[in-house]
């Protein structure tokens, strides 16, 4: 069976940094499209980042560019996403997600839900002002 685990959520001050990670189990996904979303409370869960299969393709929603980074490593299949100068607007839970198949092209279709088949339980981050 296949899961996903996030971890590095937590509670940090405005202006401060967190490291989310993620860690498949089960399998491997070192030829699929991960990427991570978020979840405000009373809001819809949003597109955060995606990085391709190779690592070397990324995508970030406009309100994180240039303090999020999103990176994986496919030798120990984990993908991070590493959050700076953090915003409490920056407050969600936080998950992983998987492509439904193999050797996808980041585009914009992957800032759609329904393109990923896996999905973690969510990790909170919590940005205080």
């Known amino acids: 069976q296949v899961r996903l685990v996030e971890s590095g959520g937590g509670l940090v001050q405005a202006g401060g940094s967190l490291r989310l990670s993620c860690t498949p189990s089960?399998?491997?996904?070192?030829?699929?499209?991960m990427g991570w979303f978020r979840q405000a409370p009373g809001k819809e869960r949003e597109f955060v980042a995606v990085?391709?299969?190779?690592?070397?393709?990324?995508r970030y929603v406009d309100s994180v560019k240039g303090r999020f980074t999103i990176s994986r490593d496919n030798a120990k299949n984990t993908m991070d996403l590493q959050m700076n100068s953090l915003k409490p607007e920056d407050t969600a839970v936080y998950y992983c997600?998987?492509?439904?198949?193999?050797?996808?092209?980041?585009?914009?279709?992957?800032?759609?839900?329904?393109?990923?088949?896996?999905w973690g339980q969510g990790t909170q981050v919590t940005v205080s002002s």
């Open positions: 089960g399998r491997t996904f070192s030829t699929y499209v």
């Open positions: 990085i391709s299969w190779t690592g070397n393709k990324t």
């Open positions: 997600a998987v492509d439904r198949t193999p050797y996808g092209f980041v585009s914009a279709q992957y800032e759609r839900i329904g393109v990923f088949g896996s």
